[in-house]
């Protein structure tokens, strides 16, 4: 329990401790009575509180059996009155002495808020409208023997929230749908890609090389190998060998993992959706993206419009498009699309109070002066385009104007949600992008894309004209459920250890 809770409720340390004992207590005597609670391994369920709750009518006076936690008890005499929680939701359980027995019901009386109980009884509802179980039989199922948080204050610290979810799920009610939502929406999102004729597929999350991102990735060694192998940084590079293979349209929702620092959007492992589709290009991805955020918005909220913090955000097509450098020379004023020198770029940047680094190009501190001054502007859906090759060593160069890419990156509240372009799917273009990141690497760059001779091999078995997509399903998660920080949509958030 917080001690920010106890002080609430005035428990000392001490009181808190007298508490636990007893319930150690009454475990023993349990058990010197040969009823260890722990040995239970079955109760027969055949209803539950929430179907109860909304279609009374349809139970009112049947015979149920239901499990589940006590999250409070009251009265005294011959009436007691629990509240059973189970994975639906709350339900009262109405006791009477005289319909239990009288030893049952000291035994129930003995039972502890946090104990997990079968009870068995027929659904009616009391006197003052609440509808209840009439419980004739109880049997305790598993013993608590930890102090819950009070329910009026519950468990706010947030630290503690993510290190104990188990507890934040009891008393937290509100933390429990959010996960509920998350799992609505997963299934949603593969409604949608299978409806639309896509193969969901699974490939190695341990890899020789750590491709598909420009990223910093886990590094793990395999011992009978005797090799270092990375936690993926993406899915990309595997799904598009599998277009090579002859498969036309494949995804995958899966765990990746990237060694960077954390906060409101990032956590070092998190569930990506990338896709890949022979025959289209980025603005065909463009426009399915438009139709999955829209078709999501329908599915969980009955709405092509979704409220994230404060602001509504319309989900109907078409989002805007804009390039990335229009956009810098908007909120800045500055064209660096006009601009043929490095140096021309690195004066630019200084006037903008940006520093640029030893081998940066013109196309990453375009980009630097977009995440500095352009991407907190974005609330309304955009997507943004044609990014410089120099950031982008996985996309189609624009025949127009071979310095960008057909890429885009689908910002909402500021926030990047989506990352896609048409593939690159020359071999000789690929090895020459491969070659100017391993150049940069030796500059220090350690987020570099690695050479890859491998997906060279591939490119060059001949990869067809492709569009693909990566889309980060945590931040989808908190656009429709409203949250700010990532560990909230995150059932287990990395921590640091306390001890």
């Not at 760059?445 to 060059?460: G, R, S």
Request: glycine share 6%; aromatic share 10%.
């Amino acid at each position: 329990m917080l001690q920010e809770d106890q002080e609430k409720n005035n428990i000392s340390e001490e009181n808190l401790s007298e508490m636990i004992q007893v319930r150690h207590e009454k475990l023993k005597k349990l058990r010197a009575e040969g009823n260890d609670p722990y040995q239970q391994t079955h109760f027969a369920t055949d209803a539950h509180a929430g179907a109860i709750n909304e279609n009374f009518e349809e139970w009112e006076e049947k015979p149920v059996h239901l499990a589940g936690r006590i999250m409070a008890k009251r009265g005294q005499g011959k009436v007691s009155f629990y509240d059973l929680l189970d994975s639906t939701g709350r339900i009262q359980l109405f006791i009477r002495k005289d319909t239990v027995g009288e030893e049952a019901y000291e035994e129930i009386k003995n039972y502890d808020i946090g104990d997990i109980v079968g009870a068995s009884g027929e659904v009616f509802k009391t006197k003052m409208g609440q509808i209840s179980i009439r419980v004739q039989t109880t049997k305790l199922l598993s013993k608590s023997l930890t102090i819950l948080p009070e329910k009026f204050h519950g468990l706010k610290d947030p630290d503690l929230r993510y290190r104990q979810r188990y507890v934040d799920l009891i008393v937290n009610p509100e933390v429990k749908n959010i996960f509920l939502t998350r799992s609505k929406l997963i299934q949603s999102v593969r409604n949608f890609m299978d409806r639309r004729g896509f193969i969901e597929v699974e490939t190695p999350v341990l890899a020789t090389l750590a491709g598909g991102a420009n990223a910093r990735p886990f590094v793990t060694h395999h011992n009978t190998l005797d090799i270092a192998m990375y936690m993926r940084i993406a899915l990309e590079l595997p799904l598009k060998r599998l277009i090579v293979g002859g498969f036309d349209k494949v995804y995958e929702i899966g765990r990746v993992f990237r060694n960077e620092g954390m906060d409101a959007t990032h956590n070092p492992e998190f569930t990506m959706l990338e896709s890949y589709e022979a025959y289209v290009d980025y603005q065909d991805v463009m426009k399915m993206i438009e139709e999955l955020f829209a078709y999501v918005g329908e599915e969980l909220l009955g709405a092509q419009s979704v409220v994230y913090q404060g602001k509504t955000i319309e989900l109907t097509a078409p989002f805007a498009r804009a390039r990335m450098v229009d956009l810098v020379k908007q909120y800045t004023n500055v064209d660096f699309d006009a601009m043929t020198e490095v140096s021309q770029a690195v004066q630019a940047a200084k006037q903008l109070n940006m520093e640029a680094k030893e081998g940066w190009g013109i196309g990453k501190i375009i980009e630097e002066a977009f995440d500095n001054y352009v991407e907190e502007h974005l609330v309304q859906p955009t997507f943004v385009t044609h990014h410089p090759v120099e950031i982008s060593p996985l996309a189609k160069k624009d025949p127009l104007d071979e310095r960008y890419t057909q890429r885009f990156e689908l910002f909402i509240g500021g926030k990047e949600y989506s990352n896609g372009f048409s593939e690159l799917n020359d071999p000789i273009d690929q090895k020459e992008r491969f070659l100017a990141q391993m150049t940069k690497k030796e500059q220090g760059d350690d987020e570099t894309h690695p050479f890859d001779k491998d997906f060279i091999n591939a490119l060059e078995t001949a990869l067809p004209p492709t569009g693909g997509v990566g889309i980060g399903i945590d931040r989808m998660v908190m656009l429709f459920t409203d949250q700010h920080s990532i560990r909230d949509v995150i059932l287990f958030p990395t921590m640091k250890p306390t001890v």
